[in-house]
């Protein structure tokens, strides 16, 4: 099994907190594979640079992200968001071109997107499969 993890799980991993940890600790002692995209990584790396204590913050995020893969935004992914991309806006449905790409990068890499993200939990990508881990269960 593969989980490809969001920034807002990460988050929640960084800021320990309790259910997150247990879930990502369950996962690699399960021998899951743990992943991360590099928009994901983008997005927590501007969040440390842009926050109090950035040095701190750069090496705690070092300090996670050696426990996982990072996975490259390919070509692929990229072919996938454009599909993605339209066939929502067919339905008249908007949804970030972040979210997006991790949504693809997921469906690529064959991997659940594990996100706290409501616009990704909403089923409105229906190759894409999701998991809450935060404890706060959004969705249909």
């Known amino acids: 099994m593969k989980f490809l993890l969001d920034a807002n799980v990460l988050v929640c991993a960084l800021n320990d907190t309790a259910g997150v940890r247990r879930r990502l600790n369950e996962a690699q002692a399960s021998g899951a594979k743990l992943l991360t995209s590099a928009v994901v990584v983008g997005e927590l790396s501007f ?5 109090a204590r950035p040095e701190q913050n750069h090496a705690r995020l070092r300090a996670m992200l050696a426990r996982m893969e990072v996975v490259p935004f390919t070509e692929t992914a990229a072919q996938r968001f ?4 339209a066939s929502l806006r067919r339905r ?3 949804r970030g071109d972040a979210d997006l790409q991790i949504a693809s990068t997921a469906i690529v890499e ?7 993200d ?3 939990l909403d089923r409105s990508i229906p190759e894409l499969r999701t998991e809450n881990w935060t404890g706060r269960e959004k969705g249909p």
């Open 47 to 51: 969040g440390a640079s842009a926050s």
């Open 82 to 85: 454009g599909d993605i991309k």
């Open 92 to 94: 008249g449905l908007a």
């Open 118 to 120: 409501q616009a990704l």
């Open 110 to 116: 064959d991997a659940t997107l594990v996100t706290d």
